[in-house]
Each structure stands twice: as structure tokens, then as C-alpha cells.
Nanobody
Framework: QVQLVESGGGLVQPGGSLRLSCAASTSIFSMNAMGWYRQAPGKERELVATITSGGSKKYGDSVKDRFTISRDNAKNTVWLQMNSLKPEDTAVYYC??????????WGKGTLVTVSS
């Protein structure tokens, strides 16, 4: 079992920044990929960003050039730096881990609210 704990969410004004953290209970070095997804009220969960064990990154179209995903294997932590936030970025953000055996794990989420 892999436990993922997100933190760093909160209320921010449009144009502001937040940094989300995802702490894993086990080594993330062996994970196939780590990622962030989000779900806004009344909408389906969508990809925000992923990073593979080899360091390859993928971003959702709506966050490209504004969000950056990174990982620190020594700290078993993945971050999501979010800049130039917009009201439409308001959602619950979930951390995701995919193991080598393609098992999926999810955190409980952290709420990000972008509002003036």
C-alpha cells in the first residue's frame, strides 16, 4: 500500500501562486510515475501534470506554461508549483502514484480556491 498526503492548498487571489506538496509513505524512486489531477465541482477529474521515473513531464493543456511539477526521490515528495492562478483553477487537487505493476494510488486531495 502507498499512502499519499497532499498539502499546500488554500485560498489565493487571481494571478497568485501556490505550491502543493505530496508526501508518499514509501519510496517514489520505484514508481512508474507520479502526478497531479484535479476535480472541480460538477466536472470530471482531469490531468494536471505527471512526471515519470525518468523525469519526463506531461501537462494538461489548461495549465501549460503556468504549472511546474517536480519530484525529490530522497524526500519521497512531489511538488506542483502553480503560478498565474485563475478562478477556473479552483478544484480539489489529488496526488497520484502509479507503481511498476501499474497499481494506482490516490491521496485524499487538497482544495485550491482562486477568488478575489
Amino acid at each position: 500500500q502507498v499512502q499519499l498526503v497532499e498539502s499546500g492548498g488554500g485560498l489565493v487571489q487571481p494571478g497568485g501562486s501556490l505550491r502543493l506538496s505530496c508526501a508518499a509513505s514509501t519510496s517514489i524512486f520505484s514508481m512508474n510515475a507520479m502526478g497531479w489531477y484535479r476535480q472541480a465541482p460538477g466536472k470530471e477529474r482531469e490531468l494536471v501534470a505527471t512526471i515519470t521515473s525518468g523525469g519526463s513531464k506531461k501537462y494538461g493543456d489548461s495549465v501549460k506554461d503556468r504549472f511546474t511539477i517536480s519530484r525529490d526521490n530522497a524526500k519521497n515528495t512531489v511538488w506542483l508549483q502553480m503560478n498565474s492562478l485563475k478562478p477556473e483553477d479552483t478544484a480539489v487537487y489529488y496526488c497520484n502514484a502509479v507503481t511498476k505493476s501499474v497499481a494506482f494510488y490516490w491521496g485524499k486531495g487538497t482544495l485550491v480556491t482562486v477568488s478575489s
